[in-house]
């Protein structure tokens, strides 16, 4: 039996059929004298070090006899526009592939990915985090599994914190002030905290701390709930921030936010952990770091980062490429994540990661990470910047209920389709 599905909650021009078979293909191309490749796509050039690439490659070949495992690593703005043409090939779609967290929803939805529920058990029971393994979901069935996360939290220099008389906040309304404080000290260019206006993947933890959403699902409907008032409050906090505690670009995004830290123009910045090696090391013993602090201290809910991984539904080599997933949740692999400050699938090895404060601020993060909303349609959000479009209003002092209630509508309208 065969189904065909589009991927047109891509964004693709014109919509991309892809005919999959509702069960997984044999092995049966795997006997014989030649040998058979295994194709391993993994998200960005260097996200994944070459030590763990490479002891993948010898691994896994040394466990399966006239087997090569070919990986290929693609830049994140590739490797969508990869997949809509590979996967519906069963000669050119990757054996297991990666993707990001918020794109899992969109490949789940459409058969990507083969249906995993059966298996779970063979990963192991200790996996997460859990909202990656909801992203992973669709009908009920688990097609993607995690395979690291990322937490942001705040790294800041001791003397810039020093100087300015200002403690390491211990609540969100203190590290709302101590940006004030610190860019008060600094002067007119100067950052207590680097906050472009159109980086939402951090603003929105200010609208997770207070209690609010993105958007949620009632019943059969997507409900935007960027006005609810547990949302403006938050909203209204973070345009506190962008009026007075930053002199960072009303329309930046968030992408090298340690630049202006290792140039002296800020206090402090936001970023999953592995931001930490893009720090000028000359300043090492001057960065500190701590978990953005919640409405009532501990830890406030942040974005996570990361991704899913899973085995193709067009793969031809099921057994094999399940065989690789495997090996990619052994707990050696799994500790390798961890030691290379990747947050690893299985929650028995975060200790790995170590008990400095990046490791322990990384770990206090991810414990109430989370998630844009599980909808197959979020990447039409993606592709579209709406929520770049949202905050970049708000940074430029709009009005914050009135410019709420406006991207309300426009996520119901993307989420709903």
């Known amino acids: 039996m065969k189904k065909i599905v589009r991927f047109t909650a891509l964004g693709v021009a014109s919509a991309l059929a892809l005919t999959l078979s509702a069960c997984g293909s044999s092995d049966n191309n795997d006997s014989g004298g030649g040998t058979t490749t295994i194709k391993l796509w993994l998200a960005g050039k260097t996200d994944t070090p070459a030590a763990l690439t490479q002891w993948l490659e010898k691994t896994y070949e040394s466990q399966n006899s006239n087997v090569k495992l070919e990986i290929s690593q693609i830049d994140w703005g590739q490797l969508i526009p990869r997949l809509q043409t590979a996967l519906s090939n069963a000669n050119e779609t990757p054996d297991v592939f990666e993707v990001g967290n918020t794109q899992s929803p969109t490949f789940t939805s459409v058969g990507a990915f083969t249906d995993l529920t059966g298996k779970m058990s063979e990963l192991g029971s200790d996996i997460g985090p859990k909202s990656f393994l909801e992203a992973g979901k669709f009908d009920g069935k688990q097609y993607a599994v995690p395979y690291y996360w990322g937490s942001r939290y705040v790294f800041y220099s001791k003397k810039a914190l020093a100087d300015a008389g200002v403690a390491v906040p211990t609540t969100l309304d203190e590290f709302n002030k101590a940006t004030v404080a610190l ?48 949302s403006i409050k938050g909203l209204t906090e973070w345009q506190q921030i962008a009026e007075k505690g930053t002199s960072a670009p009303k329309d930046g995004l968030d992408d090298e936010s340690w630049v202006p830290f290792n140039n002296g123009e800020s206090a402090m910045f936001m970023a999953p952990g592995w931001a930490k090696s893009s720090v000028d090391p000359s300043k090492a013993a001057d960065l500190g770091a701590f978990a953005l602090p919640g ?28 065989k690789l997933l495997q090996l990619i949740y052994s707990d050696d692999y799994q500790k390798q994540l961890a030691t290379n400050g990747l947050g690893p699938a299985k929650s028995a090895f975060t200790s790995a990661m ?11 993060a991810a414990a109430n990470s989370k998630l844009t909303p599980a909808s197959p349609n979020w990447s039409n959000i993606e592709n579209a910047k709406v929520m770049e479009a949202f905050f970049g209003e708000l940074a430029k002092g709009g009005d914050v209920t009135t410019v709420a209630k406006k991207y309300d509508e426009k996520l119901e309208a993307e989420l709903n389709q």
């Open 295 to 322: 409405v009532d201290g501990g830890a406030a809910p942040v974005f996570a980062g990361g991704s899913n991984i899973g085995v193709s539904a067009k793969s031809k080599h099921q057994d094999l490429a399940f």
């Open 183 to 230: 860019k008060d000290k600094g002067g007119k260019n100067y950052s207590g905290f680097w906050l472009p206006g159109e980086d939402w993947r951090n603003g929105i933890s200010w609208v997770f701390a207070n209690g609010g959403d993105i958007a949620t699902k009632q019943g059969d409907k997507w409900v935007g709930t960027l006005s609810s008032p547990q």
């Open 354 to 364: 170590g008990d400095d404060v990046f490791a322990k601020s990384a770990i206090a």
